[in-house]
């Protein structure tokens, strides 16, 4: 199944809707979308976001291979996290609460309860959170981020993101970042291209595109 949108016509619709975001937009240029054509598997997924959580990129990832190496493949499947105790999984370097986690995820895909990757375009962004949120250790940003980087869906605005609200203050001017409750309410203003703004407010909160001048402010005796 396909998967993803027409960024063309989403940075169109948004740079019309939102003069501000759109002049950051072109500053900032296009985006390739590299994920939305990559092949994945739910459970795979989740278990990586699990393992990933409060770490490190550099010591999540010595992690997954080491969990990788003791289950004996390269896609973490129910049934390849099956192989392996939970003594073996600690030695790996995972948390308790992440074991706890990884054995709910384990038992749900075992029984059915975790959609494929195949099935996901079934279901609609509030069916995938409720029914992935009911894994232990997986929260709606978990589910969010899924839902922008897997499957592209075009409607999502994770406002509980840090990352996202600090974009959306500085394209707004505001001092301190907008509460969860404000960012939605600015977003419906973006909607349905919710998921091309959040991805220019994560690079807009990284500092790409600023404008030169703010870049380097000259100083009074340049």
Not at 36 to 65: C, M, N
Not at 76 to 85: E, H, M, N, P, S
């Amino acid at each position: 199944m396909p998967r993803g949108f027409d960024l063309d016509a989403a940075t169109e619709a948004l740079a019309r809707r939102d003069r501000a975001l759109g002049r950051w937009m072109r500053r900032i240029g296009p985006l390739d979308m590299d994920g939305w054509r990559q092949p994945f598997e739910t459970v795979d997924a989740l278990a990586r976001a699990i393992l990933y959580q409060q770490l490190s990129g550099k010591a999540a990832a010595t992690i997954v291979g080491r969990v990788e190496a003791a289950v004996g493949a390269s896609r973490l499947t129910g049934q390849a996290l099956a192989r392996v105790d939970d003594p073996t999984l600690r030695a790996c370097g995972v948390s308790g609460n992440k074991v706890l986690a990884l054995r709910d995820l384990c038992r749900r895909d075992l029984e059915g309860d975790i959609p494929s990757a195949r099935r996901l375009p079934g279901f609609d962004d509030a069916e995938l959170i409720e029914r992935l949120t009911a894994v232990r250790g997986i929260g709606r940003w978990t589910v969010e981020m899924l839902l922008i980087f897997r499957l592209g869906r075009p409607d999502v605005l994770p406002v509980d993101d840090l990352g996202v609200r600090k974009g959306a203050a500085r394209l707004d001017g505001l001092d301190p970042a907008p509460t969860p409750k404000q960012l939605l309410e600015r977003g419906e203003a973006w909607a349905p291209y919710r998921t091309l703004a959040s991805l220019y407010l994560w690079r807009i909160a990284d500092g790409e595109g600023v404008p030169e001048p703010a870049k380097r402010p000259r100083r009074s005796q340049e």
